[in-house]
């Protein structure tokens, strides 16, 4: 039986048009921001129609970050921007993939649940696919859902989802549906202007599937004339006040203030028949000013091995950026690849930056080169802060180079090392499958009195979100321990080293954990603030 779509909650689909990577993300996460600073409940959904599960077993090269939300689901970057925009967690409802959409399907027609009927993309693809929309507006019971839909209008991928709006459209009650398309309009250099040829293509490739946009998104690299608008207005079947430029900005957080201007939220509330007061935007706006012109400047190395690709790392970039507003400054991100300095050496990319940051990873290619980065940053006592692989990798080299263990190594790497100072954990050791199978979401962790750690979160239990499979070796604990190196954090049992750090040092930490997972705009990770502070007190 199909679910019936609520009466009382309202919602917002944002297509894509042209190309892939105009910001679809971004401009859910900046309305979001607006409806929520009205008073309105909201909450956002992505919808990935790639086949896979979820993103976890995807190489970063093919899809950036696996954003990890509390309950352990791996899933979209853009699940990210909305947690760090409205300042809500997400679950594993907020990702639908395809694949999990055709997983769900198939698993019942195996059980019989659809009495013998033929199974087809039409009614059952879709049907699951609003039924899962639903169901995140009836278990949040939010007053706004906005879902996002990846890719662009014509891939073969997408149709379905597609298919699914025309379809919640007209089953919704009048009044409580928006759609919005983001399209592109290029400025073309040679001809001196602005062109609406491919947002009226995409549109009508839209509307070819049944669906009339009720706003165009324009991404644009400048201010569209008046006449550029009333043209695309004209061609697309749209109001032309609601037609939005959504042009380029110096920081993503601005987006909100531009589609502020425009009064978008306005426009929206009303096209919903909803009364809100208007938004209190002051604290974003000081925020941003912040952002564009602090009173300092600070450089920081991330030394890592999908550096070619910075959207493997984007929750550590927002996370500086948040770190930089509560420190007044801006943040300079010096990109190293860890390859090149296990090549080079560590003093041609790290004598002119004021901390190191070793992020997470899987597999043994740029290792080396990590390990000869946290060196560098202990010896010349220079701010340093592993993540995940980046506390691994401090603990190889402590025990390598202070500990006199040597070749010790992770079994991840060297399945024979004499000494696996970093080993599988025990939950691990019999998990066959790869996907949605490691340590994730949601562990706590029990700060150590006196430490760092405890001067940074000023709290004795902490909880932090995970994903990963080797950990600390309690074996080799006591020899670490003996020479120097903290264990800050542990878990509450006591059996898993959740972080460490240097006594003898001016900021040298760890953690197994992902705290860039839970930095927020407006409440910016303590132990990035910290590690900030600490990079500015080194270069003074």
């Not at 939005?244 to 425009?262: C, G, M, R």
Request: glycine share 8%.
């Amino acid at each position: 039986m199909r679910k019936k779509i609520p009466q009382n909650t309202k919602f917002i689909f944002v297509t894509g048009g042209v190309v892939s990577s105009l910001g679809k993300g971004i401009a859910c996460a900046s309305l979001g921001f607006l409806l929520k600073a009205r008073g309105l409940k909201v909450t956002i959904v992505k919808m990935d129609p790639y086949l896979n599960v979820d993103p976890g077993t995807m190489s970063p090269y093919q899809h950036g970050e696996v954003y990890v939300t509390n309950d352990g689901a791996e899933t979209d970057l853009d699940l990210g921007h909305y947690e760090r925009f409205i300042s809500e967690d997400m679950s594993q409802m907020n990702n639908v993939t395809t694949g999990q959409v055709y997983n769900t399907v198939i698993s019942k027609e195996r059980r019989g649940d659809y009495l013998g009927a033929t199974v087809q993309v039409i009614p059952h693809i879709t049907d699951e696919i609003k039924r899962r929309v639903i169901v995140v507006a009836e278990q949040t019971r939010v007053q706004v859902v906005l879902v996002e839909v990846g890719g662009t209008v014509g891939d073969i991928e997408s149709l379905p989802f597609l298919e699914s709006i025309r379809q919640f459209c007209l089953e919704a009650e009048p009044g409580n549906v928006i759609t919005m398309h983001l399209t592109l309009v290029p400025y073309i250099e040679t001809a001196g202007e602005s062109k609406t040829k491919p947002t009226q293509h995409s549109v009508m490739r839209l509307r070819e599937i049944g669906i009339q946009p009720d706003f165009l998104l324009c991404r644009c690299d400048r201010h569209l004339k008046r006449g550029i608008k009333e043209k695309i207005a004209l061609f697309c079947n749209v109001r032309p006040e609601r037609v939005i430029e959504a042009i380029d900005v110096s920081t993503i957080y601005e987006v909100p203030l531009n589609f502020a201007k425009q009064q978008v939220d306005e426009k929206i509330i009303q096209r919903l028949n909803l009364k809100t007061p208007a938004p209190d935007l002051a604290q974003l706006r000081k925020i941003v000013q912040k952002i564009n012109k602090p009173d300092h400047k600070v450089t920081v190395a991330i030394c890592g091995k999908y550096v070619k690709l910075r959207d493997a790392y984007k929750s550590i970039m927002e996370s500086f950026t948040h770190a930089g507003v509560a420190n007044n400054a801006r943040v300079k991100l010096k990109w190293v690849d860890s390859e090149d300095v296990e090549e080079h050496g560590p003093e041609k990319y790290f004598a002119d930056v004021c901390g190191i940051l070793i992020p997470g990873g899987f597999g043994d290619r740029g290792i080396e080169g990590k390990l000869h980065a946290i060196r560098y940053a202990r010896e010349k006592h220079l701010p340093f802060f592993g993540i995940c692989l980046g506390l691994q990798c401090a603990v190889i080299e402590y025990a390598r180079n202070v500990c006199k263990l040597k070749h010790a190594n992770s079994l991840e790497f060297d399945p024979n090392t004499p000494y696996p100072v970093i080993h599988i954990m025990e939950s691990q050791k019999s998990v066959k499958e790869m996907g949605g199978t490691m340590r994730l979401g949601v562990y706590p962790c029990v700060i150590k009195e006196n430490s760092l750690a405890s001067r940074v979160y000023r709290k004795e239990r902490i909880y932090e979100r995970h994903r990963h499979r080797y950990e600390i070796n309690n074996e080799y604990r006591e020899c670490l321990e003996k020479n120097g190196m903290v264990m800050s954090g542990l878990s509450p049992d006591g059996l898993l080293v959740e972080m460490i750090e240097l006594k003898d040092h001016p900021y040298f930490i760890g953690c197994q954990f992902h705290p860039e997972l839970k930095s927020r705009l407006t409440d910016p990770h303590p132990l990035f603030v910290n590690f900030i502070k600490a990079a500015l007190k080194f270069c003074k």
